[in-house]
């Protein structure tokens, strides 16, 4: 029954590292009913396809829930995949990807992990703003600045990138183009929420 708790959400851990992508998780509504269909082979979305999915569900659910169960389905996949890494930065961005990094912040924390979070650019809308809130209310520390390299390798034991989704278009601005570098270089693990941010072409994800 994992595919329906990730029935909204995709996760892709993603060692910038060394470049070696692993796509652990990726469970979209249509993947779900490949699999109740007895077909267990995951199939990744391009970013056409899936902004045309979030219309579709759009159509039917309100954002405050896909977000919510994004964001559960993130932190279940992290649980899942690093039951031991509890120091963790999630990097947020300004849209709903960042939307998705805050939820999944506020269930790390439920599940006994200790999250940080940075969050550069945040967009006067109640929607984040809520979900700031109830971060801070979980007592989830905001950081003001982004930790330097040898701070991100030491300090965190992994990194959650949602900065940017499929919404992304290059190429990457220059006030998140340090954060992203940054990123790329670290020995932390990185686990990306969608596609990893930065991805120059996003329907590589799609291999
Ligand atoms: N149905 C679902 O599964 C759900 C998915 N969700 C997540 O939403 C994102 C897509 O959200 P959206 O707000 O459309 O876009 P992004 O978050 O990817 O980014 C928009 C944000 O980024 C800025 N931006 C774009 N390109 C650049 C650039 N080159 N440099 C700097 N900044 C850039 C842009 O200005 C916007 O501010 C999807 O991937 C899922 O993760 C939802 O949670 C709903 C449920």
Redesign the pocket.
């Known amino acids: 029954m994992r595919s329906a708790i990730c029935v909204?959400?995709?996760i892709s851990t993603f060692n910038f590292a060394n470049s070696n992508q692993i796509f652990g998780h990726s469970q979209?509504?249509w993947q779900t009913r490949l699999i109740h269909s007895g077909n267990m082979q995951p199939r990744y979305l391009k970013q056409a396809e899936?902004?045309k999915?979030?219309e579709e569900?759009?159509n039917y659910?309100g954002?405050e829930q896909?977000?919510e169960?994004?964001?559960l389905s993130c932190a279940s996949a992290i649980a899942e995949e690093y039951p031991e890494s509890k120091n963790v930065l999630v990097v947020v961005?300004?849209?709903?990807?960042?939307?998705?990094g805050l939820?999944c912040a506020r269930h790390l924390k439920m599940f006994g992990y200790l999250p940080e979070i940075f969050y550069p650019?945040r967009?006067a809308k109640i929607l984040y703003e809520n979900l700031t809130k109830q971060c801070e209310l979980f007592e989830i520390p905001f950081l003001s600045s982004f930790p330097a390299q040898e701070e991100l390798n030491t300090k965190y034991s992994l990194i959650v990138d949602?900065?940017?989704?499929?919404?992304?278009?290059?190429?990457?601005?220059q006030?998140?183009?340090e954060i992203i570098n940054t990123m790329i270089q670290t020995s932390t693990p990185c686990c990306s929420?969608?596609?990893p941010s930065?991805i120059i072409n996003p329907d590589l994800n799609a291999n």
Request: glycine fraction near 16%; proline fraction near 8%.
């Open positions: 909204f959400g995709k979209r509504v899936a902004i999915l979030d569900l759009f659910f954002v896909l977000m169960l994004a964001g961005g300004p849209g709903n990807n960042g939307g998705d939820v650019k967009p949602a900065l940017f989704g499929f919404s992304f278009k290059p190429p990457i601005r006030e998140f183009s929420i969608d596609i930065g």
